[in-house]
């Protein structure tokens, strides 16, 4: 559980520093007062929740079917971890890193009652490394709880960031923040590199 | 004014040297002999001669020469070194070992260093109790010392703890001596805020695991201090990168760029110090009437503290550790040391005496005891 909590509260700095400037507008869009902003941000936020309970039944599903085999299932998330550890490396230090935020397609829409609910979708469905991590982990896990309790993890780590979101427009050196946020993912990164190597070195031991 | 001129300018006479140096002398003497020299053992008695005399005559070398980095870094250097020796040595003693094992962690036997102080906080917040295994009064290095010290001077000093008070920090300044110009000449701004990342980091898993994981799993020092016995895999891959990280960003990235680049780019309680830059009465200042604008205390500047814009806009980045190198490598005496609220391009040598007397004690006496324990061990190998 740690660990997931660890990866969500670091890719979450990252990801609220590109994507929060984009849905900040858009959440507060509109909203009088403390109530509509805090009915916005649970909308938000329990999209995210649901998705990622979907996406936890799913990985650990497929876990099921395809890591039958106690080697397999050491050595094959192993190698996924490695993976995906070293494309989330590759995103914080990469200069090519694509700057914008997916939720900026719900700019398209004009209802404003589906715009929290479409953003905690576009936000829990854009695919980068830290959510294939965790995926990875929801297969690997026992049971289908403890899958539940990895994503729920990664939910609370990543969803801490963006409870401050009403006074982001208050915050100077956003670009620092950003950059922090993004080297942090990159250490995560790395936590998980050295936790897929254990992994696989371990597995190919005991097998 | 050329180098030799601006030299001349802080320089100061054999006389009034020495005149600056006396309280240096008196403070020294009394912490390294305790007030009673002791010559029952003449290993031990020529080795505190010998520190005492080291100690006094770089600073008054300081003010004869007027000089700072180079002979700071004398003493940076020999400090990191005595301190690796005098916890080895410790060891060797105590445990016949380097490593450390599960029965000390349990007795709480592991020497404590400040770099552990960031994971401190939230634990003892939350849970009111220490996660580092080390002594919290008595016994060798114990934890209340080591956090009254690093407060003490980081108030005092700010990010100047860095380059005057770190026992680490010597390494990679000496590394970073080795050769006269760097190989790699252009590394990213970006890099310079990896140390807050790392930061963020280690509180959080410190605080989640309540284990100080920094010493764990990343400290690069490990390898010249103590380390976990290697029983399984998962202490394996530890001491791997304890010492991938040593030789990467304590030796070679030093070597090759000429910076210090471990304490640039890892070090976490370097990030503390940074922001505690802003509250420190010693500073760096840049007098704009002087400066030529030729650069040179941005190529030399060793923690990426000086930029062409900062020194454009005639501010000092809150990175800078008051090593001293800008200011000596300064043909104009443009860039100098400074006390708040005193402006830019006055007061020069009140700012610089000051300074040097407060952060060159402050080493000279955090440095005596380790300094004293290599001397002493050199003394008895060799007679």
């Known amino acids: ?207 | 004014m050329d180098n030799a001129l601006k030299t001349a300018v802080m320089r100061k006479s054999f006389g009034k040297s020495l005149l600056y140096t006396l309280p240096m002398i008196l403070i020294t003497f009394m912490f390294i002999s305790g007030g009673k020299p002791n010559f029952s053992d003449p290993a031990s008695g020529l080795a505190m001669l010998m520190v005492f005399l080291l100690v006094n005559v770089l600073y008054f070398l300081m003010h004869f020469t007027g000089k700072t980095d180079r002979l700071r870094a004398i003493l940076f250097i020999i400090f990191a070194m005595s301190l690796s020796y005098t916890l080895i040595h410790n060891m060797l003693e105590v445990r016949k070992s380097m490593s450390f094992s599960e029965a000390d962690i349990l007795e709480c036997k592991i020497p404590f260093c400040h770099l552990v102080i960031p994971m401190m906080i939230l634990p003892a917040a939350f849970t009111k109790s220490i996660i580092f295994p080390g002594s919290i009064i008595g016994g060798f290095a114990n934890i209340s010392s080591m956090v009254v010290l690093w407060v003490v001077a980081t108030i005092v000093l700010g990010r100047g703890f860095c380059s005057w008070g770190c026992f680490y920090g010597g390494w990679d300044d000496g590394f970073s001596r080795f050769t006269k110009r760097p190989v790699i000449k252009k590394i990213s701004e970006l890099w310079k805020l990896m140390p807050f990342a790392v930061l963020l980091m280690v509180i959080l898993t410190a605080a989640l695991t309540l284990m100080p994981t920094y010493c764990s799993w990343i400290c690069p020092f490990k390898a010249v201090t103590e380390f976990e016995q290697v029983t399984s895999v998962e202490s394996a891959t530890k001491a791997g990168i304890f010492l991938s990280l040593f030789g990467g960003l304590v030796v070679v990235l030093p070597v090759m760029t000429k910076k210090r680049t471990q304490c640039s780019f890892l070090c976490p309680l370097g990030a503390i110090n940074t922001l505690s830059n802003k509250i420190t009465p010693f500073t760096v200042k840049i007098d704009k009437n002087s400066c030529s604008e030729c650069y040179k205390c941005v190529d030399v500047c060793p923690l990426f503290a000086l930029t062409r814009e900062d020194i454009k806009s005639g501010k000092v980045s809150m990175f800078c550790s008051k090593c001293g190198k800008c200011v000596d490598a300064c043909s104009k005496q443009a860039i100098h040391y400074g006390i708040r609220g005193i402006p830019a391009g006055t007061m020069k040598n009140f700012s610089r005496n000051l300074f040097l007397f407060v952060s060159f004690l402050f080493m000279a006496v955090f440095s005596a005891g380790s300094i004293i324990n290599t001397f002493h061990g050199l003394l008895k190998l060799i007679f």
């Not at chain 1, 208050?170 to 936790?195: D, Q």
């Open chain 1, 1 to 207: 559980m740690t660990d997931s909590l660890i990866l969500g509260l670091s890719s979450g700095s990252a990801c609220l520093a590109t994507c929060g400037m984009v849905m900040f507008p858009y959440l507060m869009a509109g909203s009088a007062g403390v109530k509509r902003i805090a009915i916005d941000l649970s909308l938000f936020l329990i999209t995210r929740l649901a998705v990622y309970f979907v996406l936890a039944t799913l990985s650990w599903y497929f876990g099921q079917a395809l890591f039958s085999n106690t080697v397999v299932r050491n050595i094959v998330p192993g190698i996924l971890y490695i993976i995906f550890a070293v494309m989330l490396v590759w995103y914080s230090i990469g200069k090519n890193r694509k700057p914008d935020c997916p939720a900026k397609i719900v700019k398209t829409v004009n209802n404003h009652r589906l715009v929290p609910i479409l953003l905690g979708l576009v936000n829990s469905l854009g695919f980068c490394p830290a959510l294939f991590i965790i995926l990875t982990k929801g297969a690997t896990q026992g049971t289908l709880v403890q899958s539940y309790i990895a994503f729920l993890a990664f939910f609370i780590g990543s969803s801490i960031w963006f409870l401050p979101l009403p006074l982001a427009g208050r915050i100077r050196k956003k670009e620092v923040l950003k950059n922090i946020g993004i080297l942090a993912t990159g250490l995560a990164g790395i936590i998980f590199m050295i936790k897929g190597l254990t992994n696989l070195i371990g597995g190919i031991i005991n097998g």
